[in-house]
C-alpha cells in the first residue's frame, strides 16, 4: 500500500535549511556545490519549487533559470580558471535522473582534465548511480562542502556588488 504524498516534500532539494546551503540564489533557484563533484567546480542548479522536469517550467521560469545558470557558470569559470563547461540535466529516470527534482549540472572543463574530453558524462552517471551505495562514491565531508560554498558565496557576493 503506497504511502500518501506528504504535505511538504521529502525530496533532498526540497529540505528545510537547503536555502542555506547554497552558494548563489534568487527568487527562483538556487546554485549549490555537488556533495560528490566529478571535477572540481561541478555545481547545481536547483528551482526552489519541487518540479521533476524541465518540461514543467513556465516560459518566464526556464528563461530566469538559463540567465541563472549563465550567471553562475561565469562564477564558476572564473573562480576555476576554466578553459570550457558543460551543462547536463538528465530528465527521467529513462535519462537517468536519480533526484525527482530538476537539476542542472554545470561542470567546469579544463584542458586535458580527462583523458578524453568526453570522460565527464560515465564520471557523472557513475557518481550518481553511487549515491544509492555512498562507499563506492567519494564525497566531500560536510566541513570542505561548507568551506567551498563559502568560498564561493564570498565570489558571489562581491559580483552582485559590481552588478
Ligand atoms: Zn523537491
Known amino acids: 500500500m503506497p504511502r500518501s504524498e506528504p504535505a511538504v516534500c521529502a525530496c533532498p532539494f526540497c529540505v528545510a535549511g537547503i536555502a542555506s546551503a547554497a552558494f548563489a540564489d534568487d527568487e527562483r533557484f538556487l546554485a549549490l556545490y555537488d556533495i560528490s563533484p566529478v571535477l572540481p567546480g561541478h555545481s ?44 547536463a540535466i538528465q530528465d527521467g529516470a529513462a535519462a537517468g535522473q536519480t ?6 549540472h554545470i561542470i567546469p572543463r579544463h584542458d586535458g582534465d580527462l583523458p578524453d574530453p568526453g570522460d565527464w558524462y560515465p564520471a557523472l552517471i557513475a557518481s550518481e548511480a553511487a549515491t544509492i551505495d555512498s ?17 564561493l558565496r564570498a565570489f558571489a557576493a562581491a559580483d552582485s556588488d559590481q552588478a
Open 135 to 151: 562507499r563506492l562514491r567519494p564525497r566531500l565531508t560536510t566541513a570542505e562542502h561548507a568551506q567551498i560554498t563559502e568560498k
Open 99 to 104: 533526484v525527482p527534482h530538476l537539476h542542472l
Open 44 to 87: 547545481l542548479i536547483v528551482p526552489r519549487r519541487h518540479v521533476k522536469s524541465l518540461l514543467g517550467l513556465s516560459d518566464e521560469e526556464l528563461a530566469a533559470m538559463m540567465v541563472f545558470a549563465r550567471r553562475t557558470t561565469r562564477l564558476l569559470t572564473r573562480v576555476f580558471s576554466a578553459d570550457g563547461f558543460d551543462w
